[in-house]
Structures are given as C-alpha cells and as structure tokens.
C-alpha cells in the first residue's frame, strides 16, 4: 500500500470546535481508484492520510460500522466485478467478498452501489434494483429484496432497462432505533419504506414535483439524496433532480424548499447533528456539466428548515472552481461544533471544524471521489 | 497439466496465488473449478453468473480466444488477460 502524509493543512486557524478529549476523526473517501482514510483528532486541524486501499478499485461508497469498528467498501472492478471490501482495523488491512452476492434469475448486477451498516448487518444496494444482506461482517451475502410488486417494478425489472444503465439501489437508510425500519432509494422510481425488514414497501414520494410524465401515480420521481435528522427522526430533507424538499412526517409528505437556492439540482447533503432545522447542500448546474454554478464553490446552508438559504463558501475557491460532489460525497461529524465534509469529482477534500463558518482543502490531488463519510471514534 | 498464467491484478486478492498455476482439467471451466477449490472465490473474479466470462476478462487457449467450454489438452497454455478497460 501507498502511504502519504498530509501535515498541519489547517493548523493556521485557531479551532472552534473545543475538541480535548482523545477521540478519533475518521473521513473515509471513496473514489474512483480505491479508498482513502483520512485521519484527526477531535480538533480536526491536521490531517494525515492514508491508502489507495481496496487494490485501487472503483469504490462507490464506503462506510464505518461504529458497532463492529469495520469499514465496508462497495467497489466494482472493470475486471473482476462487484465486491464488498472489509477492514476490521481502520483501513490497515482489507478482506473482499462476493459470496453470495448475485442474482440467481438471470438479472445481471453491474455494480454495488451503496452499503448500510447497522443492527449488526450489512446491507448492500445494487444495480439492477435489489438489496443484498449480510449477518457475518460481509463474509457471505443474500438476496433480502428486489422490492418487487411496487409500482415501477416491472419497468426496472424489465432486461431492456438492466445495467449498463442507470437504474439501482442509490442508497439505503435504516433506522438507528428500529431494527425492521428502512428506507431505500430506486434511481429514477422514487422512495421506499419498510416497517417489516423489506417484507413489504410503501412508496414515499407524496409531494415531490416531478417535470417529466409519469406512469404511476405514487413513483417515477428521481429521487438523488435522503438525510434524516439525528434529533428528530420524522425530519428529512431530499435532494431531488428537480428541488430540495422537506418531510416532517418520516417521508409520507414531502414540500419543495427549493426557494433561495441557486439551482434546483445537485446531490450532496447533509444535516447538522443536533439542529433539525439546520441542513447543507451543494447545488449544481443541472445541465451536463452538472458542477457549481459560475465556478464559484460553495455549500449552501438553512438554519430555519429551508425557509431561507444562505451561501456558506468562506474559504472555498471562487474562481474557476467547476467542481462537482456526486450523492455521497458530503458528510457531517456529530461534535458539538459540528465538521462537514465533501470530496469532489476532481479529487479535492474539503473540511470545516467550525460548523461550516469556514473552510479548509484537506487533500488535494485524490482520484474523482464518490464518496464521504465520516466517523467520530472515541 | 496445463499451465495457467493469471493476471496480475487477482494475485493481491488471494493469498498466495501465484501467477502461473499447473492445472489438470480438461476445459477452461474445469479449470476454473480447480482454482476455486483452491482460492475460494477467484471464480467470482472470472465468471458472472451463468456461468459466463466477465466481459473484460479473456481467456486464450494456445494463443486462441477461448471460451468456458474450450477443451484443454495436458500441454496447453492458458492466458487470463485483464483487457483494455478502465483509465
């Protein structure tokens, strides 16, 4: 493995986030040629860094399991195919596994997409739709669920629109206090809930705007991001293809909150730890470039649930900056100054430890990353 | 015994692979089922579900495109090419 050590990137700035104690900050960025670990302390000043891991695969989405104290990787070789990498030690060594991890009917998986650790199992959205588990630490894995009977299924079932294409499980929610409770995201079809571990599913897309026909009246919306408050869990907030919007109700009703904001696309978002009216996102031009709008970076923040935006782009470059951060590609920690993160199509990382006051490039030349996730380990 | 020369990027994935592997199979999935009673998991690597060759992995039988079912004699050789993908 490589190894490459970043030192006092932001030791210029005096830290607001009041972290003395010995906890670990942990940033796993996923990218196109392997995963990285980035790693601080509770001040989340300076940073070194670690990897390529996973043997330089596509990662799509990487993940820490407080539980278990593993990562997961959900990567797909050109080559080899999909697998779900494991590391029990923080990244130092890694395991890989597909057992299991395929459709027994003919459908063809192009690609894992998004892992979800909790409850002592891995769950695992693929492409074409379905979600796979795993009850040993990603040693072996089974088909839980292709959501089939829901409105749209028999369009994405259909092997006219099996990968290459665009349609999978996008990402996966569950909830941290009941183990039956998730939600996952099928591209282009729109929000599912489960109450009963994926026995049955209710579409969650009432409200959401749609600019396009649609063939079913409770599905057919594009559906990029779900972030769930951590203090208020019937809060959510999506980053739709077409508008932000709000759920107060655990996604049974969805209103646009887009007013205020530069564009109405984008992928990235994430919510404050203990606000649940605060929540970031990173709007994108919508056409085929799909990056910052003006190349002017910035995150743009609602400390009133979306009644208001403002810019948060205080140390962000503000010129020629065409950066784009795809779904998972923002996070936030949980201090009491909370830290947000995002990785860029172009391989930048950038962190605040002030609670988005400002920001600071933590790493500079990673491959296009896809994704970003962050652990606070004590 | 034919001789099977692997590719480069399955030898960090499993634990002592090595690049050239003697097999006593008489085809190319046979071949195969020797390796994963070996190495648990390479086919995985090498075939979908099926089974069918990944598509950018090819196999060459004594310098011949070949394919799951292709017969193998004692003194063939075998080539796991990793094909142009990627970048």
């Known amino acids: ?378 | 015994m034919a001789d099977l020369h692997l590719p480069r990027t399955l030898m960090p994935l499993f634990p002592d692979l090595p690049r050239v592997v003697e097999i006593d199979a008489t085809t190319v999935n046979e071949a195969i089922d020797v390796l994963e009673a070996r190495w648990p998991g390479v086919r995985d690597r090498l075939c979908e579900p099926g089974p069918e060759i990944r598509r950018h992995i090819h196999f060459y039988v004594d310098k011949e495109r070949a394919a799951l079912d292709t017969p193998l004699a004692p003194s063939s050789r075998v080539d796991v090419i990793a094909a142009i993908s990627g970048g």
């Open chain 1, 1 to 378: 493995m490589s190894f490459a050590l970043w030192g006092s990137l932001l030791d210029t700035e005096p830290s607001s986030a009041g972290g003395e104690g010995v906890s670990k900050t942990l940033l796993i960025v996923g990218t196109r040629k392997g995963c990285f670990v980035l790693e601080s302390d509770a001040d989340r000043k300076d940073w070194s860094m670690r990897g390529p891991y996973c043997e330089g695969w596509p990662v799509y989405h990487a993940v820490y399991d407080a539980s278990s104290g593993a990562i997961y990787a959900a990567a797909a070789s050109e080559w080899h195919g999909s697998s779900i990498w494991t590391s029990a030690d923080l990244g130092e060594t890694w395991t890989q596994s597909s057992e299991g991890l395929a459709y027994e009917d003919g459908r063809k998986m192009s690609k894992v997409s998004h892992v979800s650790a909790g409850h002592g199992r891995v769950l695992v959205g693929v492409e074409a739709p379905g979600i796979f588990e795993s009850t040993d630490g990603g040693e072996t894995f089974s088909l839980l669920t292709t959501l089939a009977g829901q409105p749209g299924s028999e369009e994405w079932d259909d092997p006219a629109n099996q990968p290459p294409g665009h349609l999978g499980i996008s990402a996966i929610h569950q909830d941290p206090d009941n183990a039956d409770n998730f939600w996952a995201i099928v591209q282009g079809v729109g929000l599912f809930e489960t109450t009963d571990y994926a026995k049955t599913w209710t579409p969650r897309n009432r409200g959401l705007r749609a600019d396009w026909p649609r063939e079913h009246e409770e599905v057919g919306f594009c559906v990029h991001k779900l972030t769930r408050s951590r203090t208020d869990g019937d809060r959510m907030f999506q980053q739709n293809h077409v508008g932000m919007h709000r759920s107060d109700d655990r996604g049974a009703n969805w209103r646009e909150i887009t007013e205020g904001l530069p564009t109405e696309f984008g992928f990235a978002a994430a919510v404050h730890p203990h606000d649940r009216d605060t929540f970031h996102v990173i709007p994108l031009d919508p056409g085929h470039g799909r990056t910052m709008p003006d190349g002017k970076a910035a995150v743009w923040r609602t400390t009133d649930a979306g009644s208001t935006w403002a810019r948060a782009d205080n140390g962000l470059p503000q010129e020629d900056a065409f950066l784009g951060v795809l779904r998972e590609g923002m996070a936030g920690d949980t201090y009491d100054v909370p830290g947000y993160y995002f990785g860029t199509s172009t391989g930048q990382v950038f962190a605040s430890n002030d609670d988005a006051a400002s920001w600071r490039e933590i790493a500079s030349y990673l491959p296009a990353i896809s994704s970003v996730e962050v652990a606070v380990i004590d």
